[in-house]
């Protein structure tokens, strides 16, 4: 099963689950409304043999908490700024091409 935590940011607490070696090109995977980062645990562990797999749980869903002001046309540009600067700061951009 992939390991889950939770990551803090200043936007508040941020869900994911993950498997597989850091060290290998990343794969992301994002759920739809009302689902959660659980739902991808069969392809984290299938794909996690090859990457490093992470499936995060969108703000107010599975384990991250909802954002205090939010709407839906700010939501794409806070996501982007709390959440995947953490995760972009530990891949290169060769790992991300090579992933793709």
Known sequence: MPGAAPMKTKDGRFGY????DPASPALVFLHGI?????A???Q????GDSYHTIA???PGYGGS????AVSIASLPMRCRIS???P?????????IRSAA
């Open 17 to 20: 689950e993950a498997a597989g």
């Open 83 to 85: 959440c995947a600067r």
């Open 87 to 95: 995760a972009r700061s530990s891949l290169s951009s060769s790992a």
């Open 56 to 58: 995060w749980d969108m």
């Open 44 to 47: 984290l562990d299938y794909f």
């Open 34 to 38: 009302g689902g959660a980062a659980r």
């Open 65 to 68: 908490a909802p954002l205090a």
């Open 40 to 42: 991808w645990r069969g």
